[in-house]
Nanobody, 114 residues
Framework: QVQLVESGGGLVQAGGSLRLSCTAS????????MGWYRQPPGKQRELVAN???????NYADSVKGRFTISRDDAKNTVTLQMNSLKPEDTAVYHC????????WGQGTRVTVSS
């Protein structure tokens, strides 16, 4: 198992930006893809963005055009740049490997005020 530690969350006004980071305890190159998930209050966790080892990205419709995922295999990090944030983006955000799930980290809380 790889330990995943997320950071960068916080309280931001609607329209603002945040940059989330995920650091893995071991190489992420072993995973064919890495992703960011979020779990809004009272709702199920959903995958909002993923990036393959080759750099191909996919986004949920709800965040397309506003969020950008990137990975740095040399540093074992995955980043989520979030722009034009909306109140509905409020959630706890986690990173993981979508097709090789590891133990979930603590996540990082994002709160967007209107």
């Amino acid at each position: 198992q790889v330990q995943l530690v997320e950071s960068g969350g916080g309280l931001v006004q609607a329209g603002g930006s945040l940059r989330l980071s995920c650091t893995a305890s071991k190489s992420i190159f072993r995973f064919s893809a890495m992703g960011w998930y979020r779990q809004p209050p009272g709702k199920q966790r959903e995958l909002v963005a993923n990036i393959t080892r080759g750099g191909i990205t996919n986004y949920a419709d709800s965040v397309k055009g506003r969020f950008t995922i990137s990975r740095d295999d040399a540093k074992n990090t995955v980043t989520l740049q979030m722009n034009s944030l909306k109140p509905e983006d409020t959630a706890v955000y986690h990173c993981n490997a979508p097709w090789s799930l590891q133990n979930w980290g603590q996540g990082t809380r994002v709160t967007v005020s209107s």
